[in-house]
């Protein structure tokens, strides 16, 4: 597999950069947190790869989730939420908003057609929300990927979690899982920014 180093990875700096503890460390410093921060999902998908093996299909990756006593929900309205899917710690859930999935995947084919490679976004979605399942098991919440050491009042030391860190993390771990030919990490920005209007959701 290969890993878009850029602009992928200019993006993801450029986000981190927004955190304020994150953006006053060195450049070098900033870098080497970043690449821990893919690594952290590239192991963990070789670790789920291991155990679980790479699913064949968007089918196979339910029953995969399902046989880890993860609940799939798909809402069939539009709850009009700025998100696509979300996990869920405290029901073991993965929430797939449908509505929103399919406009947003038929304005992505239409910008850039072909641009998921045949992969369904509800898969991607899918994979997306399962790292947060496993980050959770491994570093005991959600979010947790990057932490930084902070001064609260300049004082006393605490710590500061940058949650993008995580949403890296969770890029890297669907490309490297899939075996993607791209990262899902710039388009999640592009749907970010995209105008879904109410006659776009079926
Ligand atoms: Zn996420």
């Given at each position: 597999?290969?890993?878009?180093?850029?602009?992928?990875?200019a993006l993801a700096l450029q986000n981190l950069q927004r955190d304020r503890?994150?953006?006053?460390?060195?450049?070098?410093?900033?870098?080497?947190?970043?690449?821990?921060?893919?690594?952290?999902?590239?192991?963990?998908?070789?670790?789920?790869?291991?155990?679980?093996?790479?699913?064949?299909?968007?089918?196979?990756?339910?029953?995969?989730?399902?046989?880890?006593?993860?609940?799939?929900?798909?809402?069939?309205?539009?709850?009009?939420?700025?998100?696509?899917?979300?996990?869920?710690?405290?029901?073991?859930?993965?929430?797939?908003?449908?509505?929103?999935?399919?406009?947003?995947?038929?304005?992505?084919?239409?910008?850039?057609?072909?641009?998921?490679?045949?992969?369904?976004?509800?898969?991607?979605?899918?994979?997306?929300?399962?790292?947060?399942?496993?980050?959770?098991?491994?570093?005991?919440?959600?979010g947790r990927v990057l932490q930084l050491e902070n001064r609260l009042f300049?004082?006393?030391?605490?710590?500061?979690?940058?949650?993008?860190?995580?949403?890296?993390?969770?890029?890297?771990?669907?490309?490297?899982?899939?075996?993607?030919?791209?990262?899902?990490y710039s388009f999640a920005q592009e749907i970010a920014g995209m105008d879904?209007?109410?006659?776009?959701?079926?």
């Open positions: 597999m290969q890993q878009q180093k850029d602009p992928m990875g503890v994150f953006g006053r460390l060195p450049a070098a410093e900033q870098e080497a947190l970043l690449r821990r921060c893919v690594d952290f999902g590239m192991q963990l998908a070789a670790k789920v790869r291991d155990c679980l093996g790479v699913p064949a299909d968007e089918g196979a990756l339910e029953q995969m989730l399902r046989a880890e006593g993860i609940v799939v929900d798909r809402i069939r309205e539009d709850w009009n939420l700025p998100y696509l899917g979300e996990y869920l710690a405290a029901k073991r859930q993965i929430t797939l908003y449908m509505p929103r999935i399919r406009a947003v995947a038929a304005m992505l084919e239409t910008a850039h057609p072909h641009r998921l490679d045949g992969h369904p976004l509800s898969m991607l979605c899918l994979a997306h929300e399962f790292f947060h399942h496993e980050e959770r098991k491994e570093r005991g919440a959600v300049g004082i006393f030391p605490c710590r500061h979690t940058v949650a993008e860190g995580s949403e890296i993390a969770a890029h890297a771990f669907v490309q490297a899982w899939l075996d993607l030919p791209f990262s899902t879904i209007r109410k006659e776009d959701i079926r």
